[in-house]
């Protein structure tokens, strides 16, 4: 098998199981880890993690396709997830994505194609008092305007 | 005016560390009932609090926890659910960022309350910064010898394992919520059994929602008396207010069961802004029924708001000014429950979907007045006929929005006639 967790993820690894009474439990953890060491959940990396909490591969590939949060492509650097949610487009988030959409040059759901930015539409993220909100790789920017988001990309590496 | 009981750590620097929190009082509670009191005790005293839980249900806390068999020798878990994903809500975020080990020091009375030594915290996947810190302090509370073996040197072990979900709202369900925590897709469960009887891992457990949790350790401290004081009857104490939408000051207040919706909006929130007037309101998450203008005098806490057909739900309060477009609000609500509907039931999988596309028709002036009694008669397929509460959470909105404001809907629909015509 060609994926495999390097030495340090496995011992995480083994930690997050041992944290469960049953092993399957630790699916969700173990997608988390897989996903911060391969970037995307591909098929491989599914029977990957089948085999570590010994369980068939259908199950794995049940739950990545069930969740949003596992991505099956590779994504760009920065995640850009803008939320659609009611508090957020009563106060206006279409312009929001709009705004980024040019100034990203890609579509809802697209990445760009030096793999900088990926742009997507999320549900309510729970920030609905700084509406209208995006969340970009871990981190929350709230009140945003299309002048804070322009500051926002020029600070990115 | 009341004292506040969670919120007055949000402005104290620093207030999610161990040492600022026993700096007001924290981690007392906890050696004073592990060292005084009885399981049951502890459970009587939270029934007499009239502690709702707050995650949407309402359901009594200390009721619930009183479903816990005595004389199963299976192990006891318990469940926080911090998928907080019900549009307009964002309270348990702030719990968690600053009340953090207010909920833990409430979730160690919960498990020596119900037998469990082991409790799990399910945290929707987006909250990472969040779960962070939740996994921080738990190992500071872990080395102090707060977690793990006979905490507080009592003969009481108890741990908390963090569990982070990965985007699925129905996750917040608590049946769905404990598939995904045995690490299965979010489907959820026929009910009975309750969890209370089989829950996580065939297992007793315990599902409660974070506040509901953090409100724990001040009731176990003031007693149960006192907070049931202070809300409104069968409603004990306060609960975080959220105020989102065309407010001038949105955010989280802290304010006793039973405030008038017309003060959260008018004297805490600060009015709507722009000095436009009031369209609408949803009261408690975007499950529950819109009210209008005239619907605000109502008294938030669980019968009063049932009593006008809504729901206090998560008490994430969503304002709409009068230049909302409605058609255009339940577009997005009805989008969003299609989204996130399991699919396992033909009504919600299907009734979402058409009620979206139908709105989306009159958004697109291709209405017909046919459109509303049709999108009605769906919602009213859709209820009672589901295995989850999410079916009811979608149908409930989708018919209160096109009944309330069915002139907002008749004009759209006759405007599209006539730019067709
Ligand atoms: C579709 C759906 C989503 C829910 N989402 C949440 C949630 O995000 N957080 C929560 O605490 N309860 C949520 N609930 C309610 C839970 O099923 C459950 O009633 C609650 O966690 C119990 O805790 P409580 O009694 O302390 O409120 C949801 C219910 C449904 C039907
Ligand atoms: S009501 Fe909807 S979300 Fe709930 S189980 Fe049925 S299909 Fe799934
Ligand atoms: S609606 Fe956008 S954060 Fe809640």
Redesign the pocket.
């Known amino acids: 098998m060609s994926v495999a967790f390097s030495k340090r993820a496995l011992q995480k690894c083994e930690q997050i199981i041992e944290q469960y009474p049953q092993k399957q439990a630790a699916m969700l953890p173990v997608l988390h880890l897989a996903e911060k060491e391969f970037g995307h959940i591909s098929l491989e990396v599914e029977q990957y993690v089948a085999g570590l909490l010994e369980v068939p591969p259908v199950k794995v590939h049940e739950v990545v396709t069930f969740y949003t949060l596992f991505p099956r492509e590779r994504r760009g650097k920065y995640h850009f997830q803008v939320c659609r949610g009611l508090s957020c487009d009563l106060l206006g988030c279409n312009n929001i994505m709009r705004h980024l959409k040019k100034k990203l040059r890609v579509k809802v759901g697209g990445t760009s194609k030096n793999r900088r930015y990926t742009l997507s539409e999320v549900e309510c993220l729970g920030a609905c008092e700084t509406s209208p909100m995006m969340q970009l790789n871990d981190d929350y920017y709230g009140k945003l305007t299309t002048s804070a988001v322009d500051k926002i990309v020029k600070g990115l590496k | 005016m009341v004292e506040k009981i969670i919120s007055k750590f949000f402005d104290i620097r620093d207030s999610h560390t161990i040492e600022v929190y026993e700096q007001h009082g924290g981690y007392q509670t906890i050696q004073k009932v592990l060292k005084k009191m009885k399981p049951q005790d502890v459970v009587d005293e939270v029934t007499k609090s009239n502690l ?8 009594p ?1 200390g009721r ?1 926890w009183s479903f816990i068999p005595k004389d199963n020798p299976k192990p006891k878990y318990l469940v926080v ?6 549009p307009g ?1 964002f309270k ?1 975020r702030y719990v968690m960022d600053h009340y953090t080990h207010g909920l833990l020091e409430g979730m160690m009375i919960a498990g020596y309350a119900i037998g469990a030594n082991l409790a799990f915290i399910y945290i ?1 996947g987006e909250y990472v910064r969040q779960a962070e810190r939740l996994l921080e302090q738990i190992e500071a509370a872990r080395n102090s010898g707060y977690l793990g073996k006979g905490i507080f040197g009592s003969k009481f072990d108890f741990d908390i394992v963090v569990h982070r979900g990965a985007g699925a ?9 404990l598939e995904s925590l045995e690490g299965k897709k979010g489907w ?1 469960r026929m009910k009975p059994p309750f969890p209370a009887v089989e829950g996580a891992f065939g297992c007793p457990t315990i ?7 953090a409100y724990v350790p001040t009731i176990m401290e003031r007693g149960g008396e006192w907070f049931a004081g202070i809300g409104s009857e069968q409603n004990g104490g306060m609960r975080l207010f959220g105020v989102s939408g065309h407010v001038e000051k949105p955010g989280l207040y802290e304010l006793p069961l039973g405030t008038p919706l017309r003060e959260i909006i008018y004297e805490h929130a600060g009015g709507i802004r722009n000095g436009k007037k009031l369209k609408a309101v949803v009261p408690g998450g975007s ?1 529950s029924p819109i009210l209008t203008q005239d619907e605000i005098d109502v008294k938030m806490d669980y019968e009063s708001l049932a009593a006008i057909g809504s729901m206090l739900g ?1 008490a994430g309060v969503i304002v709409m000014d009068d230049d909302t477009d409605i058609v255009r609000a339940l577009h997005v609500v009805m989008r969003f429950y299609h989204h ?1 509907s399991c699919g396992q039931c033909t009504p919600c999988r299907e009734g979402t979907g058409w009620a979206e596309n139908i709105i989306q028709r009159i958004l697109n002036d291709e209405g017909e007045t046919s459109d509303l009694d049709n999108l009605v008669r769906i919602a009213e397929n859709i209820m009672g006929n589901t295995i ?3 079916g ?2 979608a149908a409930l909105p989708l018919r209160s929005y096109v009944t309330k404001f069915r002139g907002d809907f008749e004009a759209r629909v006759s405007k599209g006639r006539k730019e067709a015509a």
């Open positions: 709702r839980g707050l995650g949407g249900a309402g359901f806390a619930k659910n911090a998928d907080e994903s019900e809500t348990d929707r709202y129905i996750c917040g369900e608590e049946t769905a919520l959820p599902v409660n929602n974070v506040e509901t949790i499950s998560s996130e989850c509460p999410l009811d959470a």
